[in-house]
């Protein structure tokens, strides 16, 4: 076992976390970009998406593809029905005034979860039975083949979606200037209800494929991968859509890498030093746009 | 002459005596509660929490309410002083008392010389940048304790003298009200109103000959001298440090005792911070419900603050302001 | 020697020279007035004398001290201050509070006596309240000293952005467009009160502003720039009956 394979191997697991981080993090930097919103609840839905593939599957027996469609349904009506009750009325509140709110979010979807499915992890089989692939000395496993496709179909199917369609010309307008798009006679409320649906099913298919790769069941898994998305998405520079994928994937090969050479407890550590220096050197992340205050 | 002549006026004199009653009824009635016995064990174990959380949360509303930057990695901190004071007092061999003075003092200061290395790069940023950067130092803080020999680790640090709790409630209120008493001076000093400028207009304050990043640093590290201090007091009243204590969860509980006390409101913040804390206890019976309860006010209180009806209240009080200021200009 | 000497001064955004080449000389205690078409460089000349940007050629010299490449806060200590196009006031601290902040430059005293509101704090705190009070009184603000900033009316608020740049005690101090948005009565008032500023802060005043009433009721000497260039500076009258200003304003 070479050097080089132990790094290929390693540069792999990072893409595959960094895959999952990325998805999570689009949906961050989406609701930010057109709510201007950290929202903080954004994490605890990829725990409602594990939690919904659970009860589909193990519980109540369907098939794989349903659960995973119903699942990812299941967290896009939730990201609607939370931004109407929670955040909508809140619109031109102070920017901390939402962020409580959404941190109360995070709690509630916590506790009920805490509730409903107790504090006990519940162990889960993987629903993907793919097999994996050997390349030279390198293992790829199932999960991690499908995580590739599946973040590739997406991030591909939601560029495309931004940048040729009606309802992404729509989403863009309302991020750049929300009071301009509603004169041009875009549906504000209904855009941005599309966002969090749309952000919370990335979300769900993270959750996914974040339950597939533990296998185990908790109600604060979400917290962890969301944190690291919410870092990924500032590292790309917030509010914009490449940066969100192109941190994300950053995040999860640094972490990786810096797991298995330099130290377990301290990659952490090195992920939050490499978000501190970037935004010293570039204070609106790697490709955000800098904003300057007219005088 | 006229009303606002500093601390003058018969008004501000009466203010002034208020408070000293206040916080004398306070102690009065916690010494008789504390020496009659009168509380179960789980509400003795409770009081000194509450002393350490409205310390945080009133070195918090310093950087949050008067400077008006968002940090949330306040836990970071209060770890930072936590840490030094227990190793400083663990490696003494003196009265209680005097360990505890020695470390507080130290811890204090270690949590501003960080606060100092930290802030001059970062304060800098703005906004939601700046947040997820304390954020970020919060928790780089964390899992270095977490990788270090000395600290204990992930175990924790144990041993620690248990000086600070219940029984030596008077020595933990003095520093409570000292706490108070200095941000709150402070506030009301020409510090405590470049400080606020800045919070309203930075451009304008810089304008107006206001160092603007030097004010920025000296908010930051005098929270953080205080948020030390804090942190010595718990590691002296729980025993043990663990790193997992201090995550950014911690940072978030401090900072929803400032937004729910009003910002920039200390007298809020010290109440939010007493209420939250008493909270799950009280809240004990409900057992199962007491964080989704927690969770469910939160989000109503947010919702409420900004709501049509809340906001018709404020402008009844505004227009009737507006009137009366219309009414002296003449 | 000129209070404010401006020799060759410009500043580049990109491409985009917005101001080149600009020349000019305020004398103290005068009455100077910067005007234009709307995008001429006036806004953008006030920032580059107070540092909020840096410029990229000239000379900019108060009382002989030269200003390029100090701050805003180290321009105000050496005797500039200002006020903004669109208000900037600290809205969430009272009207006295907003005065008081920019007198701790004459009034001072230490972090430790701030703690502990001990030794010279009730002494300087007076000192303060006194002279802020004295200032706000020439602004007929003083009865609402107590009042929240954000609470005044709009032309009050814009009588106490000057009296808060003067409470720094500028030598020189940029007024700008001190009449938007007022009715003729109220710029009639703020007519009064610039000629009474100037006259009882002994300071030099330049202002920017599109109401000629006012310009052509106060100031004694103008400056015109367009295209970030001067086009005429001279005596008021002359420079108002200038056929390539009245061009500029009016097109061809």
Request: net charge positive; proline share 3%.
């Amino acid at each position: 076992m070479s050097l080089i394979t132990g790094i290929l191997e390693q540069l792999i697991n990072g893409l595959r976390t960094g895959s999952i981080y990325a998805l999570i993090a689009i949906g961050y930097t989406m609701v930010y970009g057109i709510a201007k919103m950290i929202n903080f609840a954004h994490g605890d839905i990829i725990m409602v998406g594990a939690y919904s593939l659970y009860v589909f599957t193990a519980i109540l027996e369907l098939p794989a593809a349903a659960a995973v469609i119903l699942t990812v349904a299941v967290c896009a009506a939730l990201g609607i029905v939370v931004e109407r009750i929670a955040y909508k009325p809140l619109r031109n509140a102070p920017s901390l005034a939402v962020l409580i709110t959404a941190i109360g979010v995070s709690y509630f979807l916590q506790n009920t979860a805490l509730l409903i499915f107790k504090a006990t992890p519940i162990p889960f089989g993987s629903i993907i039975n793919i097999s994996g692939i050997r390349l030279g000395n390198i293992n790829i496993s199932g999960v991690t083949l499908v995580t590739f496709v599946a973040t590739a179909v997406m991030m591909v199917g939601l560029t495309l979606f931004v940048n040729k369609t009606r309802a992404g010309s729509a989403m863009r307008a309302v991020s750049e200037d929300r009071g301009a798009a509603s004169l041009m006679g875009i549906n504000v409320n209904k855009t941005i209800s599309m966002t969090f649906a749309i952000g919370s099913a990335l979300a769900a298919v993270a959750g996914i494929l974040y339950i597939c790769q533990y296998q185990s069941l908790q109600p604060t898994l979400g917290a962890l991968p969301g944190i690291k998305a919410f870092v990924a998405a500032v590292l790309g520079g917030i509010g914009n859509i490449p940066g969100a994928m192109l941190g994300g994937l950053l995040l999860g090969i640094i972490e990786s890498l810096s797991r298995a050479y330099i130290s377990t407890q301290l990659a952490d550590a090195i992920v939050y030093g490499v978000l501190v220096i970037v935004l010293l050197v570039r204070p609106s992340g790697l490709l955000g746009k800098q904003k300057t205050e007219k005088v | 002459m006229n009303k606002t002549s500093a601390g003058k006026t018969p008004a501000k004199y009466g203010k002034i005596v208020l408070n000293i009653l206040i916080t004398l009824a306070v102690y009065a009635v916690m010494m008789v509660v504390i020496q009659g016995g009168m509380l179960s064990r789980q509400m003795t174990s409770i009081i000194i929490p509450c002393c350490i959380n409205v310390m945080l949360a009133v070195s918090l509303c310093l950087l949050v309410g008067y400077l008006g930057e968002l940090t949330l990695g306040h836990a970071g901190f209060m770890s930072i002083g936590a840490y030094a004071g227990a190793l400083l007092t663990n490696y003494l061999d003196m009265p209680p008392v005097a360990e505890l003075l020695i470390g507080m003092l130290a811890g204090g200061i270690i949590a501003s010389v960080f606060a100092v290395v930290i802030g001059l790069p970062v304060l800098r940023l703005k906004g939601d940048y700046l947040a997820i950067v304390t954020l970020g130092f919060g928790e780089i803080i964390r899992s270095v304790i977490n990788s270090l020999e000395f600290t204990g680790g992930a175990k924790g640090l144990s041993g620690i003298g248990t000086y600070a709790t219940y029984k030596n409630f008077t020595f933990v209120y003095i520093f409570v009200i000292l706490t108070i008493l200095l941000i709150a001076n402070l506030v009301h000093s020409r510090h405590g109103r470049a400080i606020t400028a800045v919070r309203d207009n930075y451009i304008a304050a810089e304008a107006i000959g206001i160092h603007v990043g030097r004010f920025k640093t000296m908010a930051f590290v005098i929270s953080a001298f205080f948020a030390g201090l804090a942190g010595v007091i718990y590691a002296h009243n729980v025993g043990i440090l663990k790193p997992a204590n201090f995550d950014y969860n911690k940072s978030i509980e401090i900072l929803v005792m400032v937004v729910l006390g009003g910002m920039g409101n200390i007298k809020g913040s010290i109440i939010a911070a007493i209420i939250l804390t008493l909270l799950p206890e009280v809240l004990r019976s409900a057992a199962d419900y007491r964080m989704l309860l927690y969770s469910i006010v939160l989000i109503a209180m947010m919702l409420f603050n900004n709501s049509r009806f809340k906001l018709a209240i404020v402008e009844k009080r505004n227009l009737k302001k507006a009137a009366e200021i219309q009414k002296e200009g003449e | 020697m000129a209070l404010l000497e401006v020799k060759g001064l410009g500043i580049s955004f990109g491409g985009l020279r917005a101001v080149d080449d600009l020349n000019m000389e305020v004398d103290r205690d005068s009455l100077v007035g910067l005007i234009g078409p709307n995008g001429a460089g006036k806004t953008t000349a006030f920032n580059l004398l107070t540092g909020v940007y840096e410029p990229t050629d000239g000379i900019i010299n108060l009382d002989g001290v030269n200003l390029v490449g100090k701050k805003p806060p180290e321009i105000c200590e050496a005797g500039i201050a200002r006020t903004f196009q669109n208000i900037r006031l600290f809205s969430q601290m009272s009207v006295l509070d907003n005065v008081k902040v920019p007198l701790h430059h004459h009034l001072s005293y230490s972090l430790a006596e701030s703690f502990l509101h001990l030794g010279s704090y009730r002494k300087k705190e007076k000192e303060m309240d006194e002279r802020a009070m004295e200032i706000l009184s020439v602004f007929d603000l003083d009865k609402q000293a107590d009042q929240l900033a954000s609470n005044l009316p709009y032309g009050k608020q814009r009588k106490l952005e000057i009296a808060r740049a003067l409470a720094t005690e500028p030598k020189l101090l940029l007024l700008d467009e001190p009449a938007a948005g007022m009715n003729p009565h109220e710029t009639e008032e703020l007519m009064n009160t610039i000629r009474l500023v100037r006259d009882r802060f002994k300071v030099a005043i330049l202002l920017i502003e599109h109401d000629m009433k006012l310009v052509s009721g106060i100031c004694e000497y103008l400056y015109v720039l367009n295209f970030g260039t001067e086009l005429a500076s001279g005596k008021t009258g002359d420079v108002l009956n200038d056929p390539r200003v009245i061009k500029a304003y009016l097109g061809e």
